[in-house]
């Protein structure tokens, strides 16, 4: 069991901080990527028209964006009811 900390708004902090941390975690081994590539890939730009705009818009294949959108609900539902002990009265 973890000591939780006395102030609500750091701890609140943490949980989202460890949230985007375990999300980027959960990407990068799914998808088999290192961190780099998975920053890499968050910056790049879907585009149209000519061919260097058009190699962009491959940046993520179609599996790997439907798990990413898998990944995030299963994160976010971890998240929701890991917090639900913020929401009820002390």
């Given at each position: 069991m973890s000591k939780e900390s006395p102030n609500l708004l750091f701890s609140i902090h943490e949980k989202f901080s460890g949230m985007a941390a375990l999300f980027r975690e959960r990407v990068c081994q799914d998808c088999n990527w290192s961190t780099p590539t998975f920053y890499r890939k968050m910056?790049?730009?879907?585009g149209r028209g000519n061919a260097e705009t058009s190699r962009q818009s491959a940046f993520l294949s179609s599996a790997e964006k439907k798990r990413i959108v898998e990944i995030m609900d299963e994160v976010y539902n971890t998240f929701w009811k890991s917090a639900i002990k913020y929401r009820t009265p002390r």
């Open positions: 910056r790049a730009k879907e």
